[in-house]
């Protein structure tokens, strides 16, 4: 008993119960909206639904319009003013510095920055708003830490990690992973085709497809650069029971496809049909130069039904160190997400711009967490939560309140006497073991009622 201190804690009948399982989990993700944009701010209100983004990790930020469009390119300096100086600002004042994981951009953001050479938004993400060697940039000598390899066909890749297990041994130096929800601009997709994709992603979850992969080989130069990866990856993605095909051409009427990676300036992407959860890309150069007409760009692989694809913000050259490997496919079907399979599978991620849906996570294991000892209507004082976890058989928890990580272990007490008055939203994560930590969250929403004077 603490005397006047005293409240009650009243746990309403499920007001709001998730289930979610994949690799990297919503409260780890930061949600950034374009609050000048209607558009922006429903397609991050769409995913935030259909993910369990916590309102704690939603943030607005202010560009402005220009008079033929949302800017295109912005310069570095301008990136600081408008972008990683607010947010960062508030992901502190929030107290979400060392919960974060990664940055999803909205739609209606800059997608490159006028370093030299032109860097994406997703570069100067990743690098925490540092400035990359040009010659790197250029080259594609850069090395990400997150990259597993192989660099050439003698070398066999690092096995598959996600990004806690790299944020744990990497510390202050983990990069800081980003993608794009949707890219509605010239050449865009319409909203209602972002919505889809998203949808359609989260849908993938745990479906542990059986489509197909395609690895075109072709004499065009963009397709050569990756043909030495094919061997090899086509043997750990078989390992996993999916089926890939080496072809000669551009695939047409498939269905079922999960993958297409191929090299070349022009493809037609709606000549086949596409799996949820499925990543495709041709290796060009101006797929995400949105402002030129030449070239196929990124986005008709998302009209098509593809939940993901990428291209380069400016002239990339042949040089493979900048897309995405074949071992994208071997990152996925070995539980990562969409984002976590990019990442270790591009070792320049730094001109490429990413764009669909971040966690969709096909492979992940069916997980379910459920909550003991609060089934009360009301309790009083302490509370101590002992959740409880179906589909494997040792976990981590992870407790959070109104989207804030506060306290990790078997148990959690929940001390009313800690909270204002009022309703308050309890999450309960759970993380399996091993390099890929696949995790499922419950969550409800509590009320602390004030004492009776």
């Known amino acids: 008993m603490r005397g ?11 007001i709001l119960v998730v289930e979610d399982v994949k690799a990297l989990g919503p409260h780890e993700v930061l949600l950034l909206a374009n609050g000048r944009s209607p558009e922006s701010i429903d397609i991050a209100d769409t995913y935030a639904r259909l993910r369990g983004i916590p309102e704690q990790n939603i943030l607005r930020l202010n560009i402005a319009r220009e008079d033929d469009g949302w800017p295109h390119t912005i310069s570095p300096a301008e990136f600081t003013r408008l972008i990683w100086r607010p947010a960062t600002r508030v992901v502190q004042q929030r107290g979400l510095e060392d919960q974060l994981l990664v940055w999803v951009y909205s739609t209606d953001f800059p997608i490159r920055i006028s370093t030299t050479p032109p860097i994406s938004i997703q570069g100067i993400t990743f690098l925490r708003n540092q400035l990359p060697d040009s010659e790197a940039v250029k080259m594609g000598t850069y090395h990400s830490p997150l990259f597993t390899g192989p660099d050439n066909v003698n070398i066999r890749p690092h096995i598959s990690q996600t990004f806690d297990t790299y944020a744990e041994w990497l510390r202050d130096e983990m990069p800081l992973p980003s993608m794009m929800l949707g890219y509605s601009g010239k050449k865009g997709n319409s909203l209602d085709r972002i919505r889809t994709c998203l949808s359609r992603g989260v849908a993938s ?16 130069v963009r397709s050569e650069c990756r043909q030495w990866q094919h061997v090899g990856a086509t ?3 078989n390992v996993s029971g999916l089926e890939v095909v080496v072809t000669d051409q551009e695939p047409q009427g498939r269905s079922n496809v999960l993958g297409i990676q191929m090299g070349a300036a022009n493809v037609r992407p709606d000549r086949n049909t596409y799996l949820p959860g499925s990543m495709a890309e041709h290796l ?8 030129k007409d ?3 760009k990124l986005t008709k692989w998302i009209e098509a039904g ?31 997400s969409m984002i976590e399979s990019f990442y270790q599978s591009i070792r320049c991620p730094l001109q490429i711009l990413l764009v669909g849906e971040p966690l969709a996570s096909p492979w992940k294991p069916a997980l379910r967490v459920s909550l003991q000892d609060l089934d009360s209507a009301e309790i009083r004082e302490q509370v101590t939560i002992r959740p ?3 589909g494997i058989k040792f976990a981590r928890f992870t407790y959070l309140i109104d989207g804030k990580r506060v306290a990790t272990g078997p148990t959690f007490t929940l001390d009313p006497s800690e909270l204002p008055a009022g309703e308050h939203r309890l999450r309960i994560v759970a993380n399996g073991n091993g390099l890929v930590k696949v995790q499922a969250f419950h969550e409800e929403t509590v009320v602390v009622v004030a004492p009776v004077q």
């Open 4 to 14: 006047m201190r005293l409240l009650v804690l009243s746990v309403l009948s499920v």
């Open 205 to 220: 979850d745990g479906s542990s497809p059986t489509g197909t992969v395609y690895f075109v080989q072709t004499k065009d």
């Open 306 to 336: 593809v939940t993901a694809s990428c291209g380069t913000v400016v002239e990339p050259y042949n040089v493979w160190t900048k897309f995405p490997s074949a071992y994208f496919y071997y990152h996925y079907t070995s539980g990562c």
């Open 284 to 291: 060009t150069s101006e797929a995400a130069i949105f402002y």
């Open 388 to 390: 409880k976890v179906e």
């Open 294 to 296: 030449s070239q196929t």
């Open 235 to 237: 043997y750990d993605i």
